[in-house]
């Protein structure tokens, strides 16, 4: 077991460094640094001057090094100024140390932002937490909604009941964030008037039912149906096990024998599917928090993006890159946990 | 001046008035396909059950609906009546210049033409792109799958890396104006339009290789259709003037062929590591068949089932990526109809209007509803066989 986590930690830091590069080169293609010196400094600045700004603040360097600063394996160098020679911090709003220093990811400093004007760690991480609770409610909405009705309708498979739960969720898996957002918040905002179209809110005044339940609702909707599916599928097959018709044929009733006989066994692979929604949501929660103008890590990411903010949208990609990753080995190694057939290899 | 509106009931006749093509070619195709059901296979049988009809009927119905889009929609899409600003459905434009059926957008167009016409973007990229997403993803998966060891680690890391990396940033990376002014999207264009060519030019040959007379007509046709289409999508050079694409459009293209086919690599990979284990699989190769006519005419055919299921749920799938990009502004022309780009124009209205919200988001939600009917429909069926 532990040979297996190793070997599954190697491949994630292999993954990692792979995906950290290509989202480094691409974030720094030319147009977008041009963008970022034009953003600097003025928009009627000639073409020479932008790319002095460039050289001036180590923006030209070689793409290795550059990676390795970012990283934190080579030394970065203070930005002298060639007017007074004293050691200047490349953004105003921004410490750096006068001397050559390690400062990267690995000493936990993850650059500045410059639309926020602050450090990417200030912006980040309070919009990882508010993230985090809207996850926090999402999971605990849709994933017990979602094993219910894969249980109840691969419980006794072609039922009514089956079918009706079945093309319920075929129907869910066809509405995307942005469809059933607009659908929810015209139904309960506009016509109903029940909840708050807007989770703004939310980020001073504290999260309430008021205004957390049309995003929640919202993102839950578009992972229910799959997870659902995919409980019914492992439902149908554990239903037609012969232990369960052994149970059955003791005397069992029919309660006792899903809920102590089968339900354990068909929870194993809706596991690995919860786990490996964490992606997937992760799309979902750009698109909600930027509909409900929730401040959290989408709607970070989204501003990172559209405002060329280098170091934020890196530190972005690497946090959501991570979170990818670490689900996927949780899910791996929580499967060979959970399936003792495969814990005994 | 005011404006005078239809009641209800005159909307809805007028609406399934102006979609009388539609109708008929649906009325003819199901017509035909009732009266020839027994020979039509796998397409005949759809017909046997509820959710199959349900499918195969929403999906006829956007299908023809963006064949015939210019009939249907009764205003250009892009075309502004400035009094018509923000009217409520059922408005009638002065000077009997027609009926605004669903009402007007904010910038005074008609959103009924518009969700017409967005069908039609709708329908040409997401089938497209998927489409090439399978031939990469089933290029590449054939032989990860069926040689095994280094092929397929390396092939099946590459596909983890992408599938690492989530949509929404890989589409915020690849989709920018910026990165038009670099070669990248051209050279990913490149590389993904070359694998049909690769797959056909396989294919022919394994199958024809002792055939000269059929072999030499089939691998011309391929590569002088082939290299028609690919010099007019990648290069934007071609001769005759008939195969054109929008940078624009060629960057989500690629974006979304990029994102979906490492999911046709998993899938095709895990079906050929199950069925090259058959006895007739073992029998080729005791006949001394080449491993790429093994993959090629051996096992795909033999993984069918599966791999049109896929396509089914995949095409939805993409509709949604489409959307996606539409609704964060990637890519697409701000003033394109697609149904995307309409939903993110009228969300941010909700409070005021909401009858420009609404046409978009049922018409992308029913066709991936029908594409997702469809899918279990034919799932269902083929495991009846």
Known sequence: MLAFILRRLGTMLATMVCLTMVVFFMVNLDPNLKKLAISQLDMRTPADQLESWLVKNGYRENFLVRYGQWIGVVKKQPNIDAATGEAKPRFAFCNEPAEPHYGGILQGNFGCSTKFKTTVSAKLWPGLGATGILMFWVMATMVPIALLIGILAGMREGTRLDRTLSVASIATTATPEYVSGVIFTVIFATWLGWLNGSAASATSQGVTFYNFTLPVMTMAVYGIGYIARMTRASMVEVMTQQYIRTARLKGLSFSSVVIKHALRNALIAPFTVIMLQFPWLLTGVVIVETMFRYQGFGFTLVEAAGNNDIDLLLGCSLVSVFVVLFTQLISDIGYAYLNPRIRVQ | MELEFLGVFAIIAGVIGRFWPVWLAMAIVVAASLFYKKRLGLYGQLYDNGVGIAGVLICFFWLFTAIFASTVAPFDPLAQIPIMKDALPGAIVPDGGGVYYFGADKLARDVFSRMVSGSQIVLIIAPAATMFAIMVGATLGLPAGYYGGRVDSILSFLANLVLAFPVILLFYLLVTPGIMETPIPYGLAGVFFLFPIIFFATLFYTRFKNRPDRLYVLLALTIVI????????????????????DPNQLNIFVAVVFASSPGVFRIVRGLVMDIKTRDYIAAAQTRGETPWYIMLWEILPNARGPLIVDACLRIGYTTILLGTLGYFGLGLAPESPDWGTAIKDASRLLRSFIHPALPPTI???????????????????SMKD
């Open chain 2, 226 to 245: 082939g290299g028609w289409v690919y010099v007019g999508l990648v290069f934007d050079k071609d001769p005759l003037g008939i195969v054109h694409i």
């Open chain 2, 363 to 381: 018409a992308l939600m029913s066709f991936v509803l029908g594409l997702n009917l469809l899918a279990d429909a034919l799932r269902e069926q």
